[in-house]
């Protein structure tokens, strides 16, 4: 409608230039219909596009996380997860123990904090690096890859209650099962305006997330590194720049990471 209609509509009512047929009093005022015609788009921009963007933004991730609920929900009645398969095997282990009551919510409280904070660190990584000349479109394609594939399986290893440490470990150690996950998301949406690849994203986010989370990774995640069907890969460490960032910021504030005991121990 705007770009068919109302946009038309107005440069036809509020002319930058004069035709042939139009006086020449009426053309003195072509300097003011073009700051009144740029006014009236900022006004659109603000009072429609903005609050719809706004608007299909917050519901589709309240829809995404539905979405992947009812996913996961639908799993498990056709066939017990593997996590809870490998939890039931083993049995009450200290660190479920540890991660149950008052406990287990704060450590899941700071592991979403800490989450966000990667995730923002990370995305702001991506749009710097696609700066970059001549192959910062590559880097960007390909940063684009592994943060879609972890958004989609993200949710379901928060249903799963995998921990934020095992996920990260997991994740950079098959990068490249992650990164061609990711790629054809970002390969729809890569060379569109991007109005155009916000709602084709929209539309196709939700059927990755779905591919994650019918798939069954968490055994793998929670059986010992060793037997990963990846191993033979190097882990890559694609979050450092965001985790430093992160651990920095969080330092500032004086909160604790669930990666805190990590570092200090590696350091």
């Known amino acids: 409608m705007f770009k068919w209609f109302i946009d038309p509509a107005?440069?036809?009512?509020?002319?930058?230039?004069c035709s042939p047929v139009t006086s020449q009093e009426f053309c003195s005022y072509g300097g003011f219909y073009a700051f009144l015609r740029g006014g009236l788009?900022?006004?659109?921009?603000?009072?429609?596009?903005?609050?719809?963007?706004?608007?299909?933004?917050?519901l589709s991730n309240i829809w995404y996380n539905d979405i992947a609920k009812l996913g996961f929900e639908a799993m498990e009645k056709s066939d017990l997860s593997s996590a809870e398969a490998l939890r039931q095997g083993e049995g009450p282990t200290s660190q479920n123990l540890a991660n149950s009551g008052l406990g287990g919510v704060m450590i899941g409280i700071?592991?979403?904090?800490?989450?966000?904070?990667l995730l923002t660190f990370f995305f702001l990584e991506v749009y710097v690096v696609g700066i970059i000349p001549y192959i910062g479109k590559i880097l960007n394609f390909l940063l684009l890859?592994?943060?879609?594939?972890?958004?989609?399986?993200?949710?379901?290893?928060?249903f799963s209650g995998i921990p934020l440490e095992k996920r990260l470990d997991f994740f950079e150690s098959n990068w490249a099962f992650f990164a061609g996950f990711g790629s054809p998301?970002?390969?729809?949406?890569?060379?569109?305006?991007?109005?155009?690849?916000?709602?084709?994203?929209?539309?196709?986010?939700?059927?990755?997330?779905?591919t994650a989370?019918?798939?069954?990774?968490e055994k793998s995640i929670l059986a010992p590194r060793r037997t990963w069907k990846c191993a033979g890969l190097w882990r890559l460490p694609i979050f450092y720049a965001a985790d430093t960032l992160s651990m920095l910021a969080l330092s500032i504030f004086r909160?604790?990471?669930?990666?805190?005991?990590?570092?200090?121990?590696?350091g």
């Open 41 to 58: 788009l900022q006004l659109f921009y603000v009072f429609w596009f903005y609050p719809l963007y706004m608007l299909s933004f917050i």
């Open 10 to 17: 107005l440069w036809w009512i509020l002319p930058d230039q």
């Open 185 to 210: 998301c970002v390969l729809a949406i890569f060379f569109l305006s991007p109005l155009v690849s916000g709602a084709l994203m929209a539309i196709l986010f939700p059927l990755f997330v779905l």
């Open 145 to 158: 890859s592994w943060m879609y594939a972890y958004y989609c399986y993200e949710y379901k290893w928060n």
């Open 213 to 217: 989370t019918g798939s069954g990774p």
């Open 255 to 266: 909160l604790d990471s669930p990666h805190q005991m990590q570092h200090e121990k590696t």
């Open 110 to 117: 700071g592991e979403q904090v800490y989450s966000m904070l």
